[in-house]
T-cell receptor, first 115, second 114 residues
Framework: GNSVTQMEGPVTLSEEAFLTINCTYT??????LFWYVQYPGEGLQLLLK?????DKGSNKGFEATYRKETTSFHLEKGSVQVSDSAVYFC??????????????FGTGTRLKVLA | DGGITQSPKYLFRKEGQNVTLSCEQN?????MYWYRQDPGQGLRLIYY???????QKGDIAEGYSVSREKKESFPLTVTSAQKNPTAFYLC?????????????FGPGTRLTVL
């Protein structure tokens, strides 16, 4: 079945450092790919998404490119801030036998940014 | 403001009790979902529903039940058959018609079994 694998955390960086969080996927068909962010004690919020190969999603300085050849969707940011400290989830869309869409999430990567 | 509300924020249950978690959305979304979040395990799908009066089991449905009597409501009951119910529960919704749909999440309910 379809699956998502993301790098384990925690990732600890100094402010203004470059961030990469790796995400790879296994899927049949052409899923959409998502990055969500979760701040402590809250639900998830969409950070960015890409719906087809070679698409680049971007938001708030974060970027990720849908790479079909390497089945990857790595999250990057050029200069992180303390306020970026959160848990980041990679996800893909999936479809069940009845044609209903559902989503598969990675295990999450905790990012801690130090001032 | 449109969004998803979950209540209560914190819930305590004695062993052997059933409890119901509320999830309401005013986004006019067709699809709704329940997830369980445990430390280090990401989100696991419990139940999901594409339309009123229809729902499907997710990966960890045992010990849980749901109903979808109204488009905007998708309550989750944690039954006494769920062996380890202490977790953070998240409800989400989406338009429901395409793989490109974004999911919108509620703030979550933290359930603790005493």
């Amino acid at each position: 079945g379809n699956s998502v694998t993301q790098m384990e955390g925690p990732v600890t960086l100094s402010e203004e450092a470059f961030l990469t969080i790796n995400c790879t996927y296994t899927a049949t068909g052409y899923p959409s790919l998502f990055w969500y962010v979760q701040y402590p004690g809250e639900g998830l919020q969409l950070l960015l998404k890409a719906t087809k190969a070679d698409d680049k999603g971007s938001n708030k300085g974060f970027e990720a490119t849908y790479r079909k050849e390497t089945t990857s969707f790595h999250l990057e940011k050029g200069s992180v801030q303390v306020s970026d400290s959160a848990v980041y989830f990679c996800a893909l869309s999936d479809i069940d036998d009845s044609g209903t869409y559902k989503y598969i999430f990675g295990t999450g990567t905790r990012l801690k940014v130090l001032a | 403001d449109g969004g998803i509300t979950q209540s209560p924020k914190y819930l305590f249950r004695k062993e052997g009790q059933n409890v119901t978690l509320s999830c309401e959305q005013n986004l006019n979304h067709d699809a709704m979902y329940w997830y369980r979040q445990d430390p280090g395990q990401g989100l696991r799908l419990i139940y999901y529903s594409q339309i009123v009066n229809d729902f499907q089991k997710g990966d960890i449905a045992e010990g849980y039940s749901v109903s979808r009597e109204k488009k905007e409501s998708f309550p989750l009951t944690v039954t006494s058959a769920q062996k380890n119910p202490t977790a953070f529960y998240l409800c989400a919704s989406s338009l429901g018609g395409a793989s490109t749909d974004t999911q919108y999440f509620g703030p979550g309910t933290r359930l603790t079994v005493l």
